[in-house]
Each structure stands twice: as C-alpha cells, then as structure tokens.
C-alpha cells in the first residue's frame, strides 16, 4: 500500500526546535516531490514547504521561512522538516503529502497532493 | 502571494441536493486549481486538480469549473459520506494558497 507516515511531533517551548519526519513506502519515494502542510486547531489548511525529487530545491511559506529546513534522505525514503524558533502560532497538525505533477497532455502542468499521512500533531507552548 | 477566497464558509443542505462552492483568486491563475476534501478527524484528500479533472475513484456526483479568477465545486446529489468541509488550492505559484475552507454541514 501506498503509505505516508508522520512522526516527531509533541509539545516544545516556545522558541524551542523539533524535528518531524515522513516515512514513505509504497512507492518510488525518489521520484516525487514532497509537501508539508499545516492546519492550526479549528482552522483551515497552510501549505508550509515542498521539496525537489532530489532534495536540490525547496519552497517555503513566508510565515515559516528563515526558521524551517525541508530536507529529505531518498536511501531511507524519509522526509523531514526541521523546525526552528518555534512560535505559538507554529501549533498545528502537520502532514507530508506526495507532490504529484499531473499534465494534460498539451505542455500543461498541474501539482497536486494526491497521497496524506495522518499528520503529527505539533504543540508550541510554556 | 496569491489569496484565494471560498463562500460561503458554510452550509447546510440535506442529501440528494445539488450543491455549488465558489473559489475566488486574487489574480488569474490559469486553471492551476484543485479541490480537496476534509472529513472531520482525517487529512484531506485530492477531488479535482487543474480546475474539472477528477482524480481517481472520485465519484461523478463532483465536478469542477471555471479558469481565471472565478472557480466553482459542485456535488449533484449529494451523499452522507459527502458532509465534509473543502478546500480550494492554487498551484499557479509559490506559496501555494488554499481557500480558508467551506464546511458542508446537514440541514
């Protein structure tokens, strides 16, 4: 089965680090673009980061940027957001999804989430 | 960065209705727009990508329109399994915006 599974998260102090994780299985992980994306307790979706197939790119939020790393290791088809000077505002589940490009057969091209794990959920606090 | 406005934030319809929500993008963004559905306690899940392409295994009931600005999801006849809150999502350009969100509630 194609499989997402998300790991790391907890309870941390304000200004304090953590570091999530993505395990994938199921598919050719190497292949693909990776996303992060948050949702804040009772709110809607924010996309946080995304991440080249081979780890040589990535695009960042600007509420988030400066203070996030997205990394990833294909050998061990895991991917990771290294979260730095967390804040209140940073309290949220986190999910990874699989960023799939689609195209529409006339030089279109369309990004999508198609595969989510069940998230992790992140809690800034003192 | 891009700021895609959904309305209504909510609704409440009865299962069979025929119900339309409307995405609006702060500027064009081509037909770089999908839908995602979120049931309460789960991540959300891909229904529409470039705007009216179905994902797979999305039922028939759902389609999707518009290019531009102007986006709308509609859902003919809808099911229990159907009550869920949407998101729209803008892949035009970095940082990808999503829709505040429009909960499908029961009448």
């Known amino acids: 089965d194609v499989q997402l599974v998300e790991s790391g998260g907890g309870l941390v102090q304000p200004g304090g680090s953590l570091r999530l994780s993505c395990a994938a299985s199921?598919?050719?992980?190497?292949?693909?673009?990776m996303t992060w994306v948050r949702q804040a307790p009772g709110k809607g979706l924010e996309w946080v980061a995304n991440?080249?197939?081979?780890?040589?790119?990535?695009n960042y939020a600007d509420s988030v940027k400066g203070r996030f790393t997205l990394s990833r290791d294909n050998a061990k088809n895991t991917l990771y957001l290294q979260m730095d000077t967390l804040r209140a505002e940073d309290t949220a589940v986190y999910y990874c999804?699989?960023?799939?490009?689609?195209?529409?057969?006339?030089?279109?091209?369309?990004?999508?989430?198609?595969?989510w794990g069940q998230g992790t959920l992140v809690t800034v606090s003192s | 960065a891009i700021q895609m406005t959904q309305s209504p934030s909510s609704l409440s319809a009865s299962v069979g209705d025929r119900v339309t929500i409307t995405c609006r993008a702060s500027?064009?963004?081509?037909?770089?727009l999908g839908w995602y559905q979120q049931r309460p306690g789960e991540a959300p899940k891909l229904i529409i990508y470039?705007?009216?392409s179905l994902h797979n295994e999305v039922p028939s009931r759902f389609s999707g329109s518009g290019s531009g600005t102007d986006f709308t999801l509609t859902i003919s006849g809808l099911r229990p399994e159907d009550f869920a809150t949407y998101y729209c999502?803008?892949?035009?350009?970095?940082?990808?915006?999503f829709g505040q969100g429009t909960k499908v509630e029961i009448k």
């Open positions: 999502l803008q892949d035009y350009i970095y940082p990808r915006t």
């Open positions: 199921g598919f050719t992980f190497r292949s693909y673009w």
């Open positions: 999804a699989r960023d799939r490009t689609y195209s529409d057969g006339s030089g279109r091209y369309y990004d999508v989430f198609d595969i």
């Open positions: 991440i080249k197939k081979d780890g040589s790119e990535q």
């Open positions: 500027q064009g963004i081509r037909s770089d």
């Open positions: 470039a705007a009216s």
